[in-house]
């Protein structure tokens, strides 16, 4: 098996990880600082969020130059050093590449919305009458122009300018761009909004339904809309598949390619290609507003496996840098999330990490009226009240606060008198620190689970069966590769439960409550790994 399909995933937010010169913000020698963390629990690739030239109004996400670095991140040099640090280690780097949309700061925009006859007029979406197409945060996705008396397309926010793929010169930009950082030796790609790139040639309306108000993982961006033309255009599979003739070209050794991409699985499926030849790996999002039962997740296991077939992997994502943070689901509870990093290690999937899930990294209380992030423009005016209890969040500030290293000052993440977003108020057991030396931790079940992965080709490279147990509480499935046979049993509830396993047990492999044999009996959220 190829890399790609048996690793381990850690996502850095970078303005959040580390800050290494006293400025209050995250920056790439913080993340070289902090490298062996990282190596040490265990994970094998990091993603890193976009740090190249930007005017920061999405931080990040709107890039106004590819080829070089927010000043407040760093240098090109950080970035080349970061590169061989990482894999001076042994581990893999995938960068965020946003090839949908550039900031309206970008060059190339400037140069476009100038006039209707320069030479880059054609390469954003501009119409002289928009059509109904909604943003897939909601609101309209047309902006007016006045130099060019237009609109032009934003497929997320307005200041985020859709590139026009249909042009090639566009096409050949941005694929350049993806050569120029394999051949600084990035690993791959984790590629933003990534169905959202080729729209429908005749701009058709999207259809009005009244049952899509809020969104869903099918339909994304709700508000009445199914974005049936402005979505997962077929011509979008065969981008997947033009891009992954680009990374074939530096490919000693290979290198990897990971969608953001939404829909159903029978749609985004097609984005690994029929014959594995377009993306290496999508997200799968639907268990990110899991339910915390063993009957969900025996549900979504089966799913995974009618829809994703070996060879084709999925990926295990519990949160990311624009949802609430997965524990916030489980009320803060750091015995359930053990549980839940049980299943995302042992399933038959790439675990993706989002940087504090580790340590129970809870979400901050950052109301609307002060949050940084641009999408409260979007929801500004939702109630404080009403955004405190939806599943999503609002203010994605809540979910991107400063990594929790000790318990000193703004919890180890910077020297300076103000960070970039306040410290969270749980940081006296939620800190790495504190965890490495406590051996029950959530941090230290994380390194036992990922140490265990990466040993066992069960684990990382094995087939997973479902097992029924007869008790509705408890999730059992087995991992098997050639002579390997390894059991999984998750107890989702609170009580004792007391299991008849058939086949012969040979020895514990892993146990959340440290037990050293097996007796047919589960604690309350209790999960074990048996040897059988």
Same mark, same amino acid.
């Given at each position: 098996?190829? +890399? ?22 995250? $920056? ?10 990282? *190596? $040490? ?5 990091? +993603? ?6 930007? /005017? ?69 979406? +501009?119409? $002289? ?44 930009? #941005? ?44 339909? /994304? ?31 000693? /050794?290979?290198? #990897? ?11 985004? *499926? ?101 949050? *940084? ?7 500004? +005016? ?9 599943? =999503?969040?609002?203010?994605? $500030? ?28 749980? =940081? ?65 509830? *609170? ?38």
């Amino acid at each position: 098996m190829s +890399w790609h399909a048996t690793t381990t995933i850690y996502q850095i937010y970078p303005r959040s990880f580390y800050d290494s010169n006293g400025d209050g913000i995250g $920056d790439l020698q913080g993340i070289i600082q902090k490298l062996d963390y990282i *190596k $040490d629990l265990g994970f094998e690739t990091i +993603w890193i969020s976009p740090f190249y030239c930007s /005017p920061q109004e999405d931080f990040g996400y709107d890039i106004s130059d590819y080829y070089n670095i927010a000043p407040e991140y760093g240098t090109l040099q950080d970035v080349e050093q970061l590169i061989s640090e990482i894999h001076q280690r042994n581990m893999k780097v995938v960068f965020d590449m946003v090839m949908n949309h550039t900031s309206d700061k970008h060059p190339w925009f400037l140069e476009s919305r100038s006039s209707r006859d320069n030479p880059k007029a054609d390469w954003y979406i +501009w119409r $002289d009458q928009p059509n109904n197409w909604k943003s897939i945060v909601g609101p309209n996705g047309w902006q007016y122009c006045a130099e060019r008396n237009q609109y032009y397309y934003a497929s997320f926010l307005p200041f985020q300018p859709d590139l026009n793929y249909r042009n090639p010169e566009v096409k050949k930009a #941005m694929f350049d761009v993806c050569r120029f950082w394999l051949q600084k030796g990035v690993d791959g790609f984790r590629l933003d909004i990534f169905n959202c790139i080729i729209k429908d040639k005749d701009f058709k309306d999207n259809p009005f339904s009244l049952f899509h108000i809020l969104p869903s993982e099918e339909h /994304p961006g709700g508000n009445f809309q199914i974005r049936k033309h402005s979505l997962n255009q077929e011509e979008n599979f065969e981008l997947a598949q033009e891009l992954r003739s680009v990374i074939n070209e530096f490919n000693h /050794p290979p290198r #990897m390619l990971l969608g953001e991409v939404f829909g159903g699985h029978d749609k985004i *499926k097609q984005y690994l290609g029929k014959k594995q030849d377009g993306l290496h790996l999508v997200f799968l999002f639907d268990i990110l507003y899991y339910k915390f039962n063993a009957d969900f997740f025996r549900k979504k296991i089966l799913e995974y496996e009618h829809h994703y077939p070996a060879p084709n992997m999925p990926t295990a994502v519990f949160s990311n840098h624009d949802q609430l943070r997965s524990i916030h689901r489980i009320g803060n509870n750091l015995e359930k999330a053990k549980l839940l990093a049980l299943l995302q290690f042992t399933m038959r999937a790439v675990p993706c990490v989002y940087y504090g899930e580790e340590i129970g990294m809870t979400d901050g209380k950052i109301p609307i009226k002060e949050g *940084k992030d641009p999408m409260v423009n979007v929801y500004s +005016w939702v109630p404080q009240f009403i955004a405190d209890r939806l599943p =999503v969040g609002i203010n994605r $500030d809540n979910c991107r606060t400063p990594m929790q290293w000790n318990n000193q000052k703004n919890a180890g993440f910077s020297v300076a008198e103000k960070t970039w977003l306040p410290l969270n108020k749980d =940081v006296e057991k939620r800190n790495a620190e504190e965890q490495l030396s406590d051996k029950e931790s959530l941090l230290n079940v994380f390194k036992k689970l990922i140490l265990l992965r990466k040993s066992s080709p069960a684990m990382h490279s094995g087939t997973i069966e479902i097992i029924h147990t007869g008790n509705k509480n408890i999730l059992a499935y087995v991992r098997s590769c050639k002579d390997e046979k390894l059991l999984v049993l998750i107890n989702f509830s *609170k009580s004792k439960i007391t299991n008849n396993i058939s086949q012969p047990i040979k020895k514990v492999v892993f146990s959340i409550k440290s037990k050293k044999t097996f007796e047919g009996i589960l604690d309350g959220f209790d999960g074990v790994i048996l040897k059988i």
